[in-house]
């Protein structure tokens, strides 16, 4: 079993930034695969980012790469994402999520295939 709890949501001006932390608790962390989607209301949810359990690999979804940051610190169990020249269709509730199997990197963009999700933290980007 894994526990994930998002923090670091909010609301924010078009142009700022947030920083999302996801803890995670109860099977070794470094042990699978992390990823961030993204759920705006009305709309089906989307990848956002996803980082290899080690941290050297990612991925990202055009609409966010160059300007969001997916990392993690396996000391400390957490999983980020720094968002930077935040839009207002960013505004959405974000999920972290967890693939205990270390799937193919081609399939780090499909919400199928992660086995664990938290309950999600709120982000609005203000125009």
């Known amino acids: 079993q894994v526990q994930l709890v998002e923090s670091g949501g909010g609301l924010v001006q078009a142009g700022g930034s947030l920083r999302l932390s996801c803890a995670a608790s109860g099977r070794t962390f470094s042990s699978y695969t992390e990823g961030w989607f993204r759920q705006a209301p009305g709309k089906e949810r989307e990848f956002v980012a996803a980082i290899s359990w080690s941290g050297g690999s990612t991925y990202y979804a055009d609409s966010v790469k160059d300007r969001f940051t997916i990392s993690r610190d396996n000391a400390k169990n957490t999983l980020y994402l720094q968002m930077n020249s935040l839009k207002p269709e960013d505004t959405a509730v974000y999920y972290c999520?967890?693939?205990?199997?270390?799937?193919?990197?081609?399939?780090w963009g499909r919400g199928a295939e992660y086995d664990y999700w938290g309950q999600g933290t709120q982000v609005t980007v203000s125009s």
């Open positions: 999520a967890a693939d205990i199997h270390r799937r193919p990197k081609g399939a």
